[in-house]
């Protein structure tokens, strides 16, 4: 009895130290727009104090995007001086609409800016010559900017001075173009943003085999309102107008074929407006024998170019692997990021920064993505997780902003194909567990693989809903309700792989079933499929998380660091994955996948067709 308490209690001392700790390492990250108390804004511009901004026109080339220069002048500069970019240019209203804290006096500042920098950021003699000049990338974003100097710090902004007003040349034009898998393999689907509603232009997509004659394809526009958010901040402070979502669907592609294509906007003087070009190639044929190469990551969020907004080191690692993704692009043939997209958490702005962060990626190469916490959860709203970790956007974002071929885009479950593989992919924020709605349209799923034709069978979903040693909360690995509930259909239709993001770090298992490895080897296996292997691939860019106290059998290898995974099919039988660190696109870790058809068919544990002794 006393050996046993002796070892009990280290135990439950690592558990509880362990505990205090976990809610730093699974997703403490504050969205930087929500440290500003915008609400608690007064007037106190300074006759001292200047703000000016060039060039005044942006985009006169068909920029999406461009550098600003900003002039800052204060007689009585300080330390927590801080500038703001807003937009629309105009912030200041006569009051503010589903105000949870209603303002006391002007100014009435019903929006948070867009982004900040502190004055003293690229100047650091600021604080004793009064006298600054920062640097910003402004993106097209459908309105106009202003520039407006705080003091006071983020918690008690006290406005000092404000910029002129600068603008793009063509603040509604089409932009960041990101492209999805329809519902068929030989569809593929353009969603992009503008300034235009249906009675201003007509959206339509101009594409066609590269080097030939161009066809027209319509599109259809969504856009939503304030009231078709949940909460805060998303209905308050965080709230901006989102434009127009637009979605054409091109049909009847030529598989593997190298497709051009351009947004268009028809105006109804007859006049056009278009985007430049952008090019794809199509979906090949399911089952067909090629070179196939597929990339899957979670958390990746954005972060800004210039600087601005990171003193909370929210997304380090976020253009890195933006970055690896860009100049790899020629040897990647389909992107899946399964959640938590943006974090842009209540803050709609956020949406356009992360489409344009992802723009030479999603309109090149189909951007599947998947529904996290930080797209779905709010209190009350059906999301299985009791949290407001969306911010109140409760999913209307990324259902709007990206399309996926799921039959109800409000549950964000769906498979599809992709040569010789098949992705199941699961909405890990409505309920996953045996009997429910999700769980059945996971097993027909999982069902419905040819794998005489598809033998690469793979799962994935935000969440950990099987075996992740970072997760260790209630004592247990991954989520425990999810691995029971699924890894019995894992187990039976031998599912290869399945994927996860939400913790913030790469882990691989061993092949596993019911906690246990049933195969010795490390990074080549062959012959019959007994066991699915777990990835976690949350390393995208968000804060990093660390890994549990216990050393467990299963977890084969771990790396706190920003990556991404790749899976290659070279043909039928024979699959490599390989692990790549964001910092330099470099292989740390990778194993393959040999065999043949009849060891798909083979019998396994929970894993057998039935037969009979009949003749």
Request: charged share 20%; glycine share 8%; hydrophobic share 35%.
């Amino acid at each position: 009895m006393e050996s046993f308490l002796s070892l009990k209690v280290p135990l439950i001392l690592l558990f509880l130290v362990y505990c205090v700790a976990a809610h730093a390492r699974h997703g403490v990250g504050e969205q930087p727009l929500s440290k500003i108390a915008i609400h608690r804004a007064l007037y106190a511009l300074h006759e001292n104090a200047s703000i000016k901004v060039e060039p005044v026109l942006l985009g006169t080339k068909g920029e999406d995007s461009q550098w600003v220069t900003v002039e800052l002048k204060h007689t009585e500069p300080s330390q927590d001086d801080w500038v703001a970019v807003f937009s629309p240019a105009n912030f200041n209203s006569s009051s503010c609409p589903d105000d949870d804290e209603p303002r006391q006096q002007a100014p009435y500042i019903c929006s948070a800016p867009i982004k900040y920098k502190f004055a003293n950021d690229s100047s650091a003699g600021y604080t004793k010559t009064g006298k600054a000049t920062l640097k910003f990338q402004l993106i097209n974003q459908r309105a106009d900017f202003s520039f407006a100097l705080f003091s006071g710090g983020l918690s008690n902004p006290k406005l000092s001075a404000v910029s002129n007003i600068i603008t793009f040349a063509n603040p509604k034009a089409p932009l960041y173009p990101r492209l999805s898998q329809g519902k068929s393999w030989n569809e593929m689907t353009v969603t992009w943003t503008s300034g235009y509603n249906i009675n201003e232009a007509v959206p339509f997509v101009e594409w066609g085999l590269k080097g030939e004659s161009q066809t027209q394809s319509p599109a259809g526009t969504l856009t939503f309102s304030r009231n078709a958010m949940c909460g805060a901040p998303a209905r308050t402070v965080g709230w901006r107008d989102p434009g127009f979502i637009h979605t054409s669907f091109l049909k009847e592609l030529w598989p593997n074929t190298p497709y051009t294509y351009k947004l268009g906007h028809r105006l109804f003087n007859g006049s056009f407006i278009w985007s430049k070009s952008y090019y794809f190639k199509s979906s090949p044929y399911p089952g067909e024998d090629s070179l196939q190469r597929v990339v899957i990551f979670g958390d990746m969020g954005k972060a800004e170019r210039d600087g601005s907004n990171e003193y909370s080191n929210y997304q380090p690692g976020s253009l890195n692997t933006t970055d690896q993704l860009v100049n790899d692009l020629n040897n990647i043939d389909i992107v899946f990021h399964i959640g938590d997209l943006p974090y842009a958490n209540g803050y709609i702005s956020q949406w356009d920064q992360f489409t344009s962060q992802v723009e030479p990626i999603a309109s090149a190469v189909p951007y599947m993505i998947g529904s996290g916490n930080h797209e779905r959860d709010v209190p009350g709203t059906g999301s299985f997780y009791d949290t407001n970790d969306s911010g109140g956007e409760c999913g209307v974002l990324a259902e709007t902003m990206f399309y996926v071929p799921a039959e109800n885009r409000a549950k964000f479950w769906y498979s599809t194909d992709y040569g010789m593989f098949h992705f199941c992919i699961a909405d890990s924020e409505h309920d996953w567990r045996e009997g429910s709605e999700q769980y059945k349209f996971i097993e027909k799923c999982l069902a419905s693989a040819d794998r005489q034709k598809q033998p690469w069978l793979i799962f994935a979903a935000h969440r950990v809903l099987g075996y992740s040693s970072s997760y260790w909360e209630d004592g247990s690995y991954g989520e425990p309700m999810g691995r029971e509930s699924l890894q019995k259909l894992w187990q039976k239709y031998k599912v290869d792989i399945v994927f996860f993001g939400h913790i913030h770090n790469y882990e691989r298992t061993c092949p596993i079933y019911q906690n246990q490895c049933v195969n010795t080897e490390r990074s080549h296996y062959s012959g019959t499929v007994n066991g699915t292997i777990n990835i976690v691939v949350g390393g995208g860019g968000s804060h990093l998380s660390d890994f549990g106290p216990v050393q467990t059998s299963w977890s084969l290898f771990r790396d706190s660091n920003y990556g991404f995974g790749k899976l290659t099919a070279f043909n039928h039988s024979s699959l490599l994955f390989e692990y790549k660190r964001s910092s330099d696109g470099k292989v740390y870790d990778s194993f393959t996948i040999s065999r043949d058809y009849r060891d798909v068919l083979a019998c396994v544990h929970d894993g057998c067709e039935p037969t009979t002794l009949a003749t």
